[in-house]
């Protein structure tokens, strides 16, 4: 109950996702909004109570948009209303699924944070059937302008110009995804575009849905997302470079960082798919520079390791290391005989593992790692 509840209190109107879908890049809200305006929040209409039980109610309103300037659709059009709901939790239950979840995306600014009277950069979709608009992705389907306002301009500017290109679609988009990894604000969302084409080459040849077709594909199906079908195919060797100039010192600054952290997953798709060989040696050389007693720095770079090379055998090794060192971790902190000899057992069973784990990636960089299963 509670988990549909938290559900609902993340919806926005019926037909957009709830945010624990990843946030949609700009590339992906440009071509899946119907309208994309520079608005003010005028005004919202008096709260309406609905689905109210143990657990809380929620808050339906409608909020009005008047236009400061339209970028891509109606150019008539002067306003809009869109529906807005807002979960209202009841203070007397236990609800940290709920603010765990809300938290994930602190970062992005949506939504629940609009103000009257502000002005914003608001992605819009269409709904054929009712006319009815309402915002095209909850989490990152309202921008503040401030200091971003000129990119956001020159962005859909240049994404206009690629979508109605009648030659060279491919290069200009594949262009201006590399530039948008290479410009530390839109990165994040360069990396997931230029991601989601490594992930579809396995299959855009063969499925009817992306043959023939791109450099774009709108996923209307579900009405969420984009694929950037064949650019991976079709990054220049110096595209690839530059990319790779960015990417390599991501690696770096979050490994070795004080408190280590995990990297994006596009990450390990592109850098992999350029060249796997130069990634693996990498991921591995950093892994290897790391003392043996630092387990969660080693971890995380074997869980990317593991990811990247994508052989069975060989990540059940790493968890298999994995589950010793955190046995290993506990064992420190029994102070009698007993956990002392438990401690030296563990952990020369650990050091045969990482034998073993050493031994496995020189044969699989032996075989190009070509996966193999044990």
Known sequence: MLASLVLASLLMTANVKACDEAPQTFLSLYMNSDLIVIARYDSESEPQKSNEDEYGYSLDTERKLVFTKVFKGQQELKSVSFPYSQYVPNPNQNNSEMEEEMHEYEEYFNLSKIKIGGEYLFFLTRNK?????SVTDYVSGVKELDKNLSS???SLSELEQIASAKENQYGLLTEWI?????????????IADLAESFYSLNYQEEDEKFKGKGPFVVNEEEG????TVGVAKRLTPSQKERISTVLYPMLQEAWFAAKPEYVTHGISAILGGFNKSRLALYTYSSMQSVGKNDFERRRIIGDFLTETINDEAFSNLHYSITELETKIDEAKAVNTPQGKKQLKDLTTLRDAKLKEFDKQFKLLLGKNFVAVKK
């Open 224 to 227: 969420y997302g984009i694929y």
């Open 129 to 133: 059937e009712t006319g009815a608009y």
């Open 152 to 154: 956001y301009e020159k």
């Open 178 to 190: 590399v530039k948008s990894i290479e410009n530390k604000e839109s990165r994040e969302d360069g």
